[in-house]
């Protein structure tokens, strides 16, 4: 039986897929969960049709992003923590705090899958930071600087 994936449906597939499964798991599982619905030619019409501007919409807000990035090339960014003599952060900076300094500072909020990091970063200094959106990306600079002891 065909239907249309009203939601993500663990080890079936992802909302709006079309996908085959067996009729006795879409009438006694699916169906009451509202996670499918059957798929008539009218209603993967319409799903195609959101689809298509759901991608649209999609492409659009990439692209607004990208031209976003592109002036913040060679900005720079500080934050202050904790660290101890050799220079060790005690807890490290990932992209979630990155992403909160860029919403602080810079008043952009860019996604966390937008920021590239490799690994968190670890130790005092000046570090790059990675935007990337699409095709374009910028380069930020990153200044962890010693929190002052009292």
């Known amino acids: ?13 992802k909302k709006l897929d079309i ?8 009438r006694n599982f699916l169906f009451p969960k509202r996670l499918a619905e059957l798929a008539t030619k009218g209603a993967v019409e319409t799903i195609e049709n959101r689809r298509a501007k759901m991608e649209a919409v999609m492409k659009k ?3 607004d992003l990208g031209t976003l990035f592109e002036g913040l090339e060679g900005k ?10 050799e220079g060790h952060l005690f807890a490290g900076i990932h992209k979630e705090d990155v992403k909160e300094l860029l919403m602080k500072e810079l008043a952009v909020d860019a996604p966390v899958g937008a920021i590239n990091m490799e690994r968190s970063i670890k130790e005092l200094g000046e570090h790059e930071i990675i935007l990337h959106s699409g095709d374009k990306k910028a380069t930020l600079l990153l200044n962890i600087e010693r929190e002052a002891e009292a």
């Open 1 to 13: 039986m065909k239907v249309i994936l009203l939601s993500d449906v663990v080890k079936v597939g």
């Open 19 to 26: 996908k085959e499964v067996a009729a006795g798991f879409a």
């Open 61 to 63: 807000k990439i692209e």
């Open 76 to 85: 720079k960014i500080s934050i202050v923590a904790k660290a101890n003599e």
